[in-house]
Protein backbone atom coordinates (compact mmCIF):
# COMPACT_ATOMS: atom_id res chain seq x y z
CA UNK A 1 0.00 0.00 0.00
CA UNK A 2 1.46 3.42 -1.21
CA UNK A 3 -0.15 5.98 1.02
CA UNK A 4 0.82 9.46 0.59
CA UNK A 5 -0.38 12.24 2.98
CA UNK A 6 -0.85 15.83 2.09
CA UNK A 7 -0.94 18.71 4.11
CA UNK A 8 -3.82 21.08 3.90
CA UNK A 9 -3.85 24.83 3.85
CA UNK A 10 -1.12 26.66 5.88
CA UNK A 11 0.20 23.32 7.52
CA UNK A 12 3.73 21.83 6.61
CA UNK A 13 4.41 18.06 7.39
CA UNK A 14 8.06 16.85 7.79
CA UNK A 15 10.11 14.21 9.09
CA UNK A 16 12.46 14.67 11.80
CA UNK A 17 16.55 14.05 10.68
CA UNK A 18 17.77 15.73 14.04
CA UNK A 19 16.92 12.88 16.62
CA UNK A 20 17.39 13.11 20.37
CA UNK A 21 18.65 10.52 21.47
CA UNK A 22 20.99 9.70 18.33
CA UNK A 23 24.99 9.32 18.29
CA UNK A 24 27.06 12.19 17.23
CA UNK A 25 31.15 11.89 16.36
CA UNK A 26 33.10 15.42 17.09
CA UNK A 27 35.38 16.39 14.38
CA UNK A 28 38.01 14.82 17.50
CA UNK A 29 36.23 11.20 16.86
CA UNK A 30 34.56 11.36 20.14
CA UNK A 31 30.77 9.52 20.22
CA UNK A 32 28.33 11.52 21.97
CA UNK A 33 24.75 10.66 22.73
CA UNK A 34 22.02 12.79 23.65
CA UNK A 35 19.59 11.88 25.90
CA UNK A 36 15.93 13.21 25.25
CA UNK A 37 14.65 16.03 28.08
CA UNK A 38 17.79 16.97 29.09
CA UNK A 39 19.54 20.24 28.84
CA UNK A 40 21.35 19.61 25.50
CA UNK A 41 18.45 18.25 23.87
CA UNK A 42 16.30 21.54 24.66
CA UNK A 43 17.32 23.25 21.19
CA UNK A 44 15.66 23.60 17.51
CA UNK A 45 15.73 20.47 15.63
CA UNK A 46 15.94 19.68 11.40
CA UNK A 47 13.00 17.79 9.56
CA UNK A 48 12.81 17.33 6.08
CA UNK A 49 10.05 18.63 5.06
CA UNK A 50 7.64 15.77 2.81
CA UNK A 51 4.23 17.82 2.49
CA UNK A 52 3.06 21.66 2.12
CA UNK A 53 0.00 23.17 2.20
CA UNK A 54 -1.63 25.25 -0.72
CA UNK A 55 -0.85 29.02 1.35
CA UNK A 56 2.92 28.05 1.51
CA UNK A 57 4.66 29.79 -1.07
CA UNK A 58 8.49 29.95 0.43
CA UNK A 59 9.09 26.41 0.98
CA UNK A 60 9.12 23.19 -1.16
CA UNK A 61 8.53 19.67 -0.37
CA UNK A 62 12.06 18.20 0.14
CA UNK A 63 13.53 21.42 1.55
CA UNK A 64 14.92 21.11 4.73
CA UNK A 65 13.63 23.43 8.12
CA UNK A 66 15.08 23.94 11.72
CA UNK A 67 12.15 24.50 14.11
CA UNK A 68 12.17 25.90 17.12
CA UNK A 69 12.20 23.36 20.44
CA UNK A 70 9.17 22.12 20.76
CA UNK A 71 7.16 23.69 18.36
CA UNK A 72 5.89 20.49 16.25
CA UNK A 73 3.14 17.83 17.01
CA UNK A 74 3.45 14.28 18.47
CA UNK A 75 4.72 11.80 15.02
CA UNK A 76 2.24 10.52 13.25
CA UNK A 77 4.02 7.17 11.89
CA UNK A 78 3.37 5.88 8.47
CA UNK A 79 5.24 3.19 8.33
CA UNK A 80 8.08 1.42 9.71
CA UNK A 81 11.01 4.36 8.10
CA UNK A 82 8.82 7.26 8.22
CA UNK A 83 6.91 9.44 10.70
CA UNK A 84 6.06 12.40 9.92
CA UNK A 85 5.12 15.88 12.47
CA UNK A 86 2.55 18.53 11.65
CA UNK A 87 5.42 21.45 12.70
CA UNK A 88 4.75 25.22 13.22
CA UNK A 89 5.29 27.15 9.97
CA UNK A 90 5.40 30.93 12.23
CA UNK A 91 8.66 29.02 14.22
CA UNK A 92 10.74 27.66 11.20
CA UNK A 93 13.64 29.16 12.23
CA UNK A 94 15.91 28.50 8.74
CA UNK A 95 15.55 26.63 5.73
CA UNK A 96 18.22 24.98 3.76
CA UNK A 97 18.29 23.40 -0.01
CA UNK A 98 20.68 20.62 1.30
CA UNK A 99 20.87 18.31 4.39
CA UNK A 100 22.27 20.32 7.21
CA UNK A 101 23.08 17.39 8.84
CA UNK A 102 25.69 16.61 6.95
CA UNK A 103 27.33 19.54 6.21
CA UNK A 104 29.76 19.84 9.82
CA UNK A 105 30.62 23.37 9.51
CA UNK A 106 26.46 23.70 10.58
CA UNK A 107 26.48 23.33 14.68
CA UNK A 108 23.33 23.54 16.63
CA UNK A 109 23.95 23.48 20.24
CA UNK A 110 22.16 24.87 23.03
CA UNK A 111 23.27 27.22 25.88
CA UNK A 112 23.63 27.01 29.68
CA UNK A 113 21.18 29.29 31.49
CA UNK A 114 23.66 30.11 34.19
CA UNK A 115 21.46 30.02 38.03
CA UNK A 116 21.00 33.39 40.00
CA UNK A 117 22.28 33.38 43.20
CA UNK A 118 19.03 33.22 45.76
CA UNK A 119 19.98 37.02 47.37
CA UNK A 120 20.02 38.24 43.76
CA UNK A 121 17.65 41.38 43.48
CA UNK A 122 18.70 42.28 40.08
CA UNK A 123 14.93 41.82 38.73
CA UNK A 124 12.91 42.80 41.87
CA UNK A 125 10.22 45.11 40.29
CA UNK A 126 10.55 49.02 41.86
CA UNK A 127 7.41 51.08 42.87
Not at 49 to 61: F, L, P, Q
Request: aromatic residues 6%; glycine residues 8%; negative net charge.
Amino acid sequence: MNLKIKAMRDKILAEMIDKPGEEKTTAGGLILKEKDATEDAIRPRWFKVYSVGTNIDWIKEGAYVMVAHGRWSNGLKIDEDLTLYLIDNEECLAVNDTNPMDDKSIVIGSKPIPKRASDDTSRVAVG
